[in-house]
């Protein structure tokens, strides 16, 4: 039967790392693959993980199974955090899932139920798994625009004109914050709009926030889907822990449902539950019950904070003298836009035949829509970086 099969296609950020790892020059650099990266190029354990991960090995008795829904002072911890009190507690669903992916499936699994005929609306471009994660399930996709390559900032009023498509019933993804690949973000305003639209057209949104604290802060980062949160009825919310505590490999996720009062989201914390059921039975526990820890603890949390402001700020650093070393190397300022983006990307707006030039010729591994992923570059990597954009970008 395997004879059925066809080779898959590699992900087209995964596979970078490949072809990164088989570079033999000393001077490459990657600016592949999303994780957070120190002045070493090291993507560090957090201190308070560290210390989450000794007290959890001291205390910890049982690896016995928990509920089906995950650990219940995680998934609180996880409300409070990225919905604040937008919404009564008792009208939020919650689901422990194997990283922001787990949530998002679990979502869309949960969409399944509502109107398995939905389309789902993903910004154009996007994180490449919003349509082949919706596709997978079986639901068709749309794009709306969302990029203009002209300004690289948001093309509002073409993303209005495409959403005019939705139709009762449908799905938005919308990007919580630090737009993946863009970087570039909505104003408050903007999502107002949006509110207003998906109000309009009775459309179930589904906000991702896989970089709370990259962009502008961990509260500032989630403030403008709060309001939303607080004028929809119903909404959904994948939510990710695997950059703000640095926990990717341990696949720490929550999934979160508002519903309209507290009878429906006890029906829906049910079928929550039972999707687990249905799918893996129990989350990864591990990273879930740091996160726990590390929420409900005032000094490992504080501690947390800290350190995710200072990867924050890392990262506006890069920004602020990549734009200066761009201005400077292209005599233009061509490249200001990248102090304007927010998270971890910036889309730079290169030809794909650029970002080829940039890899075989200057050892530069960037994503083919020329993303790159800004801590990349911070420890001294900015100044060669520049030089090798300038050589190849013709401003
Ligand atoms: N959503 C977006 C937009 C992402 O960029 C990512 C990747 O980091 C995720 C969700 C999910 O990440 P993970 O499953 O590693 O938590
Ligand atoms: O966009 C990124 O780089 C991160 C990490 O299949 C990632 O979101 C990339 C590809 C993928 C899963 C995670």
Redesign the pocket.
């Known amino acids: 039967m395997l004879e059925k099969l066809i080779p898959a296609k590699a992900?087209?950020?995964?596979g970078l790392g490949k072809l990164f790892a088989a570079d033999a020059r000393e001077n490459k650099i990657d600016l592949?693959?999303?994780?957070y990266k120190d002045a070493d190029g090291k993507t560090p354990i957090m201190t308070a993980v560290k210390k989450a991960e000794v007290r959890l090995h001291a205390e910890q008795t049982s690896k016995s199974y928990k509920a089906l829904a995950g650990d219940e002072v995680f998934r609180d911890e996880m409300r409070k955090l990225v919905l604040g009190d937008a919404v009564a507690a008792d009208r939020v669903a919650t689901l422990q899932a194997p990283g922001?992916?787990g949530a998002l499936h679990q979502l869309f699994e949960a969409m399944k139920l509502l109107n398995p005929d939905a389309t789902i609306w993903v910004s154009n471009p996007s994180?490449?798994?919003h349509v082949a994660m919706a596709k997978h399930l079986g639901f068709k996709t749309e794009n709306y625009d969302y990029f203009d390559p002209a300004t690289s900032g948001v093309d509002f009023n073409g993303l209005m004109v495409s959403l005019q498509g939705m139709q009762a019933g449908d799905m938005l993804v919308l990007h919580g914050c630090c737009h993946?690949?863009t970087g570039a973000n909505l104003t408050a305003n903007q999502w107002q709009s949006i509110t207003d639209l998906v109000l309009e057209k009775n459309v179930m949104p589904l906000v991702d926030i896989?970089y709370q604290g990259f962009g502008d802060g961990l509260q500032e980062d989630a403030i403008y889907m709060r309001t939303m949160a607080s004028r929809m009825p119903e909404m959904m919310v994948a939510a990710s822990c695997?950059?703000n505590f640095g926990l990717?490999r341990d696949r720490v996720g929550c999934a979160m449902v508002i519903a309209k009062d507290a009878d429906s989201a006890t029906v829906t914390q049910g079928n929550l539950a039972t999707l687990n059921r249905m799918n893996y039975s129990f989350a990864p526990d591990h990273g879930a019950a740091l996160v726990a820890i590390i929420l409900s603890d005032s000094e490992l949390r504080a501690e947390w904070e800290a350190e995710l402001e200072e990867m924050r700020l890392a990262m506006l650093t890069v920004r602020e003298d990549l734009a200066e070393a761009l201005r400077q190397q292209c005599n233009s300022d061509h490249f200001d836009f990248i102090k304007d983006h927010r998270g971890?990307?910036s889309r730079l707006g290169l030809s794909p035949e650029q970002v080829e030039m940039l890899r075989v010729d200057h050892g530069m591994y960037v994503?083919g829509d020329s993303?790159i992923?800004v801590p990349g570059l911070s420890g001294g990597r900015v100044a060669p970086f520049a030089k090798a954009v300038s050589m190849v970008a013709n401003i």
Do not use: Q
């Not at 992900?11 to 995964?14: E, F, G, R, T």
């Not at 592949?32 to 994780?35: A, I, L, M, N, R």
């Open positions: 992900d087209p950020i995964l592949g693959v999303g994780v922001g992916t994180w490449p798994s993946n690949p896989a695997s950059k990717y971890m990307f994503v993303r992923n």
